[in-house]
């Protein structure tokens, strides 16, 4: 498959990358449709995951080490750079396998965070990361990026403990939580494949996909 063309929305945010590519938009028209099962679902989402880790690591630092070939000795690069990947529960889940699958050297985080509609605030149920995340290149994971809310909570709880670059890697995301992160957080790059004309009065996304969540562990 053709590596995606990541692209800038300049107009938005300098670090906001929208990976646009045909055949992401086609795996992406399956993952909107309500009808798409379960199954597919989670195994489209990590296939897509998948070119998203591609992408936000192409600037990985590397090393040349001595490898021995069936023909001979040859210097080749190998990445010398630690990686961290943080999935926000639960949806995070569904991005998980897929950039394992590209970084399968990756320490892995967890981070359970949820608005609460009645409090009108964000609720930390878990928090659990590797020791090395100190200084780290970190990888957030979470499919859609609506109202920016557990995001921008999940950014700070992470800055409390010094990672290094961090990146948001998503499938959707608003107009306005890509501002709120810039305004609180313009360190933090934030990769997608779509940017959604807008929210409804609920905070999904439009046209978006629904609740990732629910079409991912078929919950209601």
Not at 59 to 86: F, G, N
Not at 146 to 159: P, Q
Request: hydrophobic letters at 40%.
């Amino acid at each position: 498959m053709t590596s995606p063309t990541p692209t800038k929305t300049k107009d938005i945010m300098k670090n906001l990358h929208v990976v646009s590519h045909p055949l992401l938009m086609e795996k992406l028209a399956e993952l909107r449709n309500k009808h798409t099962s379960s199954h597919s679902f989670r195994q489209i989402l990590g296939e897509i995951s998948s070119y998203l880790a591609y992408e936000a690591t192409r600037d990985l630092k590397t090393q040349l080490v001595e490898v021995e070939t069936p023909l001979q000795k040859a210097k080749v690069p190998r990445i010398k750079e630690e990686v961290v990947i943080a999935s926000i529960l639960r949806a995070g889940e569904g991005m998980l396998d897929g950039f394992l699958r590209a970084l399968p050297f990756a320490r892995v985080g967890h981070i359970g965070i949820y608005r609460d509609k009645f409090m009108n605030n964000t609720v930390e149920y878990y928090f659990r990361i590797p020791e090395t995340f100190r200084g780290k290149r970190t990888l957030v994971l979470d499919p859609l990026l609506a109202t920016g809310d557990t995001a921008l909570a999940a950014l700070d709880r992470l800055k409390q403990y010094e990672v290094g670059p961090i990146s948001f890697m998503c499938l959707l995301a608003s107009k306005t939580a890509v501002k709120k992160i810039h305004d609180e957080h313009p360190d933090v790059d934030i990769w997608t494949v779509s940017l959604e004309p807008g929210l409804n009065e609920k905070g999904y996304l439009l046209p978006g996909l629904g609740d990732a969540g629910d079409r991912l562990f078929r919950t209601t």
